[in-house]
């Protein structure tokens, strides 16, 4: 998964099939069974990321449910380690003429793969209209381009607030009483610093090329538009992005941000966090089973939970796993039918790992929001802030570079701006 690996599923396979199955004899989620070839079984190959380890229960129980209510399809599931392995072996699936036929992506490969055309705009399957209907409006649109839709959301997750109660409590500030705004976040990091010689929070840009955290400082937290609207030129350097990126770079100087911002990845942010040594972090409620395992017992039942700080833009930056069709497929309409089948299996999901589920219906059920995390998660509406271009992962490396440099000191955020606009120009025009 890539909001991060979790404990195994401890349901047994069988319960979860048959949870699965008598939610498709209700019609939730549904399937259209649509009718199978005259000729005989329709073939559907399914490829997921990172799903084997620990989901497999789920996964078969929902092809079992599935090819109940059709009977004369057969579904083969093919799990891939990883986001990057998708995208090649995706390429080579076609090249050699043996397509899968539904494929879990992500936001981050989606735009790439569609520029290439190896997967189908889903209105050239069917109506588009309908479907769209059936998720919420962010999840929705990330699988936009250009106008075309080219996914059925899957999964999602957006961030929350963890914080150390502790040493809220011993900088002077209540702990029943988060921040709940960024200038909150700000005051409440310098407080807890003077008061305890602790960092307030950590926001690590992360050393990999698709890393969002950038996106969000900006896009979500500044409310800093990244692209005009024809995606051709950056628009992120502006006195308003750069004097809100300032509060960062001052903050890793005086030290009431950790300096793992700048270099780090998550984990080691939230080892920092396991450690006590930081006060609050942003992550999805995920994170807190790994936290269980890596931090002691006396920081575990110190930690809270809360809301993601609200930004100017009223929504909270999302991750998403999708489903898209492959230009190869041979059995296209019955694979979308597949795909929306499976996402609307995501409350089962979420049973055993704290994502949100995409479609309206599944939001608002009260089974989904009973579980764990759901409350948070469900607390303000998401947008994919990320730049939907073939380019991404390179515009995101140029800004984290850039906005490394300023938080290194060597130049000012101002420039580190205007610096990585002209990459990302200079990208975008090639």
Same mark, same amino acid.
């Given at each position: 998964?890539?909001?991060?690996?979790?404990?195994?599923v401890?349901? $047994?396979?069988?319960?979860?099939?048959?949870?699965?199955?008598?939610?498709?004899?209700?019609?939730t989620?549904?399937?259209?069974?649509?009718?199978?070839?005259?000729?005989? *079984?329709?073939?559907?190959?399914?490829?997921?990321?990172?799903?084997? *380890?620990?989901?497999?229960?789920?996964?078969?129980?929902? %092809?079992?449910?599935?090819?109940?209510?059709?009977?004369?399809? &057969?579904?083969?599931?093919?799990? %891939?380690?990883?986001?990057?392995?998708?995208?090649?072996?995706?390429?080579?699936?076609?090249?050699?003429?043996?397509?899968?036929?539904?494929?879990?992506?992500?936001p981050?490969?989606?735009?790439?793969?569609?520029?290439? &055309?190896?997967?189908?705009?889903?209105s050239? #399957?069917?109506?588009?209209?309908? %479907? =769209? =209907?059936?998720?919420?409006?962010?999840?929705?649109?990330?699988?936009?381009?250009?106008?075309?839709?080219?996914? $059925?959301?899957?999964?999602?997750?957006?961030?929350?607030?963890?914080?150390? @109660?502790?040493?809220?409590? &011993?900088?002077?500030?209540?702990?029943?009483k988060?921040?709940?705004?960024?200038? *909150?976040?700000?005051?409440?990091?310098?407080?807890?610093?003077? &008061?305890?010689?602790?960092?307030?929070?950590?926001?690590?840009?992360?050393?990999?090329?698709?890393?969002?955290?950038?996106a969000?400082?900006?896009?979500?937290?500044?409310?800093?538009? !990244?692209l +005009?609207?024809?995606?051709?030129? =950056?628009?992120?350097?502006?006195?308003?992005?750069?004097?809100?990126?300032?509060?960062?770079?001052?903050?890793?100087?005086?030290?009431? #941000?950790?300096?793992t911002?700048?270099?780090?990845?998550?984990?080691?942010?939230?080892? *920092?966090?396991?450690?006590?040594?930081?006060?609050?972090?942003?992550?999805?409620?995920?994170?807190?089973?790994?936290?269980?395992?890596?931090?002691?017992?006396?920081?575990?039942?110190?930690?809270?939970?809360?809301?993601?700080?609200?930004?100017?833009?009223?929504?909270?930056?999302?991750?998403?796993?999708?489903?898209a #069709?492959?230009?190869?497929?041979?059995n296209?309409?019955?694979?979308?039918?597949? +795909?929306?089948?499976?996402?609307?299996? $995501?409350?089962?999901? =979420?049973?055993?790992?704290?994502? !949100?589920?995409?479609?309206?219906?599944?939001?608002?059920?009260?089974?989904?929001?009973?579980l764990?995390?759901?409350?948070?998660?469900?607390?303000?509406? %998401?947008?994919?802030?990320?730049? @939907?271009?073939?380019?991404?992962?390179?515009?995101?490396?140029s800004?984290?570079?850039?906005?490394? +440099?300023?938080?290194?000191?060597?130049?000012?955020s101002?420039?580190?701006?205007?610096?990585?606009?002209?990459?990302?120009?200079?990208i975008?025009?090639?």
């Amino acid at each position: 998964m890539r909001i991060g690996k979790r404990v195994a599923v401890t349901m $047994v396979a069988a319960g979860l099939a048959a949870t699965l199955a008598a939610c498709s004899s209700t019609g939730t989620p549904e399937s259209s069974g649509t009718p199978s070839s005259s000729s005989g *079984e329709i073939k559907l190959e399914f490829w997921t990321i990172n799903l084997k *380890e620990g989901y497999t229960p789920y996964i078969d129980g929902l %092809i079992k449910a599935y090819e109940a209510k059709n009977p004369k399809v &057969k579904v083969t599931w093919v799990d %891939i380690s990883d986001y990057q392995q998708t995208q090649s072996r995706l390429l080579a699936a076609l090249t050699s003429g043996e397509s899968p036929d539904v494929v879990n992506v992500t936001p981050f490969i989606l735009p790439l793969l569609a520029d290439k &055309k190896t997967v189908l705009p889903l209105s050239k #399957i069917g109506p588009t209209d309908s %479907i =769209a =209907a059936d998720y919420t409006e962010g999840f929705w649109n990330a699988g936009v381009l250009d106008g075309e839709a080219y996914a $059925v959301p899957y999964y999602g997750s957006s961030s929350a607030l963890l914080y150390n @109660k502790s040493l809220f409590e &011993k900088a002077g500030l209540d702990p029943a009483k988060p921040p709940t705004t960024w200038d *909150e976040v700000f005051a409440a990091a310098k407080t807890i610093h003077a &008061k305890t010689g602790k960092a307030g929070f950590v926001q690590t840009l992360d050393d990999f090329n698709d890393a969002g955290n950038t996106a969000d400082i900006l896009a979500s937290q500044a409310g800093v538009p !990244l692209l +005009a609207g024809d995606n051709k030129k =950056a628009t992120f350097n502006t006195p308003q992005a750069a004097a809100y990126f300032d509060n960062y770079v001052t903050g890793v100087k005086d030290g009431w #941000i950790s300096k793992t911002s700048i270099n780090g990845v998550t984990l080691d942010g939230g080892k *920092e966090f396991a450690q006590g040594e930081v006060a609050m972090m942003f992550n999805g409620p995920w994170l807190l089973r790994w936290l269980e395992t890596n931090s002691s017992p006396e920081v575990f039942k110190q930690i809270g939970l809360a809301s993601h700080p609200k930004s100017p833009t009223g929504k909270v930056n999302a991750f998403l796993q999708q489903l898209a #069709i492959p230009a190869g497929s041979k059995n296209p309409e019955q694979a979308l039918d597949f +795909a929306r089948y499976v996402s609307g299996t $995501v409350i089962e999901l =979420a049973k055993s790992a704290a994502v !949100l589920p995409t479609k309206k219906q599944d939001v608002a059920n009260p089974e989904y929001l009973s579980l764990f995390g759901a409350d948070v998660l469900t607390s303000q509406p %998401i947008e994919f802030f990320w730049p @939907k271009v073939p380019t991404e992962a390179k515009l995101l490396e140029s800004l984290r570079l850039q906005m490394q +440099a300023a938080l290194l000191g060597k130049k000012s955020s101002t420039q580190a701006l205007d610096d990585a606009a002209k990459e990302w120009d200079a990208i975008l025009a090639e």
